[in-house]
């Protein structure tokens, strides 16, 4: 079975600084996606990040840098330079397999962003 | 833009009472699905239709239901909703062969 795991309920980061949320997954299929999303207290789920399971590079969107590395079996988020705006909860996921229409997702428990200024 | 969009965004509805929740999309995408987030859990899948058809998490509750008329709407209807369903409900959509799935703003349903 396929399962993501966040062990950090909550974290603070000083504003510029950058801060690191822990990701670790298990699954037993030789191809899979693993994703980033960040939920503000709106509730809306917004894509900050994907990584694919044979991607040769960790990938980078602007601020946002995804530390992979497969063997550990773990997908961290880096958030360089963190900005008020980035406080939220993140959540890590994986595209589960679904009837090979799509992949469903498979989040982690979370972890909550504060910083402070 | 083309986007998910959720109506309403906040329901309140009575024990009981059935509600049905609104999403659409203008990505013109195959996949639509619905996710329930309980206060402090992460999003869980109920269901999901890839075009017409219909699939549903095994440990989905036969109280929750789904109807997708055409590409672009898709509903979720609660028969009876008990305490236990307050929750965020979130539409997602997705391509086949995209990696990432879109979210609407989710819907924040509360039984009283």
């Known amino acids: 079975a396929q399962k993501i795991t966040q062990t950090q309920p909550g974290m603070f980061v000083q504003e510029k600084e950058a801060v690191t949320l822990d990701c670790t997954y298990d699954t037993s299929d030789p191809s899979y996606g693993l994703f980033w999303y960040k939920q503000p207290s709106s509730g809306e789920m917004i894509f900050l990040i994907y990584?694919?399971?044979?991607?040769?590079q960790n990938a980078t969107e602007g601020r946002y840098s995804l530390n992979f590395q497969k063997a550990r079996k773990s997908a961290n988020l880096v958030i360089s330079a963190s900005q008020l705006g980035d406080s939220a909860m993140y959540f890590c996921a994986m595209r589960g397999v679904l009837y090979n229409q799509g992949g469903k997702l498979i989040f982690g428990q979370g972890t909550e962003l504060s910083v402070k200024p | 833009d083309a986007m998910v969009i959720q109506n309403p965004r906040y329901q309140v509805t009575q024990f009981g009472k059935p509600v049905t929740l609104s999403c659409s999309q203008t990505l013109n995408h195959n996949v639509m699905y619905w996710y329930q987030q309980k206060s402090s859990q992460a999003p869980k899948l109920l269901f999901h239709?890839?075009?017409?058809?219909?699939?549903n998490e095994a440990d989905t509750p036969d109280n929750f239901q789904s109807r997708r008329p055409n590409t672009s709407f898709c509903f979720l209807d609660i028969r009876s909703p008990g305490l236990g369903d307050a929750a965020m409900y979130l539409c997602?959509?997705?391509?086949?062969?995209?990696?990432?799935?879109?979210f609407g703003p989710g819907t924040r349903l509360t039984v009283t």
């Open positions: 239709y890839y075009d017409k058809d219909f699939n």
């Open positions: 990584q694919g399971s044979y991607d040769q």
């Open positions: 997602a959509t997705s391509s086949r062969e995209a990696y990432e799935q879109y």
